[in-house]
């Protein structure tokens, strides 16, 4: 099996950012969706990049954010990839010729397997949603409905993953890479750096 892209989520300091970076991880995702527990302010988001190896992709998570003011954004905070996190059309995805873009889907069912892979983007994230919110909610994904996706397309797998479950969400959904957020957090937006260490190892072990 290739090796795992491993992205950890949620990133909130510049500390838990260079600890993730040096223990391995491939990206690294700051929220940007305000009124959500781990959003940080651009201006801070743009401190933490800057203290970070330029190498290392960084991906901002948007939510039904407009076009320009996403643009501003990743341009202000030097970050790589958007990731669409909100019902944002295809059109819309189209409307962001030249950027790198993930969009994060949600699977109840063999319906929305087919409508999420025609969607124009570079990967697709599958996440678990409850109600209102969308993600971090440390609650799995449909692990079946996304192996079907990722048998198709480019896809990470988040929801509910933890370094005690991750070997096994590889081995069961086989996705192009794993994200997580709450799964290796001390407190909310806070992250457990041994957590971090044994999400990471557990992941490369596959």
């Not at 305000?34 to 959003?39: E, M």
């Not at 743009?46 to 990743?74: C, H, Q, W, Y």
Request: net charge neutral; hydrophobic share 40%.
């Amino acid at each position: 099996m290739p090796t795992i892209n491993i992205k950890i989520c949620g990133l909130t300091n510049l500390a838990d950012a260079v600890k993730a970076t040096e223990l391995g991880a491939d990206f690294l995702g700051f929220i940007q969706v305000p009124d959500t527990p781990r959003y940080i302010q651009p201006e801070t988001l743009r401190m933490i990049v800057s203290g970070l190896p330029r190498e290392i992709p960084k991906v901002g998570v948007f939510m039904n954010e407009t076009a320009e003011r996403l643009a501003d954004i990743m341009a202000y905070c030097g970050l790589d990839v958007a990731q669409l996190h909100g019902d944002e059309s295809e059109q819309f995805s189209r409307g962001l010729a030249g950027r790198r873009i993930w969009k994060t889907v949600f699977l109840a069912d063999e319906t929305d397997v087919a409508c999420a892979l025609p969607y124009p983007a570079e990967a697709l994230l599958v996440d678990f949603a409850s109600g209102a919110q969308r993600g971090g909610t440390g609650q799995l994904a449909n692990w079946d409905l996304a192996a079907r996706l990722a048998r198709q397309r480019q896809t990470l797998l988040a929801g509910g993953l933890n370094p005690g479950n991750v070997r096994e969400a590889i081995r069961q959904v086989r996705p192009w890479g794993v994200d997580v957020s709450s799964g290796v957090e001390a407190s909310k937006g806070k992250k457990d750096h041994g957590k971090l260490r044994d999400f990471i190892a557990a992941a490369r072990e596959m």
